[in-house]
């Protein structure tokens, strides 16, 4: 009896043992192609979780900052080495390296206290993480302002100042929000006011 090889039983000659070289090159140009495209999107959603994850860490960290000092109603004593020593600050967006407070992306946090109030400024950021971040923290703040000049007025004064006007007191203006993290700022802040 004669066995056949199974080349022959699949009907198979020479010139159909695998791909030639145009098919291979098509095979790899659509490989790439895939990979371009979920890596597009994979740095798209991590972007987009990284400014939600910060805006939700500092409005949990406001939360946090109001129940400690909230009680005694003075925030005076507000510090980057009071609220680490607190244990206040988030795991995941905020540490403190010895002196400051430095969020996710790197930038150095700024927080003012007063008697009744106390004042965060955060950034520089993107114009896209402005526009992500800032809208979140309308319900744990009383004013922002967003801008290249958005800043503290400092000197335990717990208030903000420059920049756009995004919310003051119960009105949020979208279009200063518009206008503070766009238009022709290019390293948005975000000064944030708690009462």
Do not use: H
Not at 2 to 8: A, E, F, G, L, T
Not at 70 to 86: E, M, Q, V, Y
Not at 115 to 140: E, H, N
């Amino acid at each position: 009896m004669k066995v056949r090889s199974n080349q022959k039983m699949l009907g198979l000659t020479n010139k159909n043992k695998g791909m030639t070289l145009p098919e291979t090159l098509l095979v790899l140009a659509v490989g790439a192609a895939v990979a371009v495209v979920g890596y597009a999107g994979y740095k798209t959603a991590t972007g987009d979780v990284g400014g939600a994850a910060l805006a939700q860490d500092t409005v949990t960290m406001i939360a946090k900052i109001k129940q400690t000092w909230g009680s005694t109603g003075n925030f005076t004593s507000l510090s980057a080495a009071n609220l680490n020593n607190a244990g206040l600050l988030s795991n995941s967006s905020y540490k403190y390296d010895g002196t400051n407070i430095v969020d996710g992306l790197g930038n150095t946090a700024t927080i003012d206290g007063a008697t009744t109030k106390f004042a965060m400024l955060l950034g520089p950021y993107s114009k896209d993480d402005c526009a992500r971040i800032a809208p979140q923290l309308v319900s744990a703040a009383y004013n922002i302002n967003v801008g290249d000049a958005a800043a503290l007025t400092g000197g335990n004064a717990g208030t903000v100042t420059g920049g756009s006007a995004f919310k003051a007191g119960t009105t949020t203006t979208q279009a200063n929000m518009l206008t503070g993290c766009g238009g022709t700022n290019t390293a948005p802040k975000i000064a944030i006011e708690v009462r």
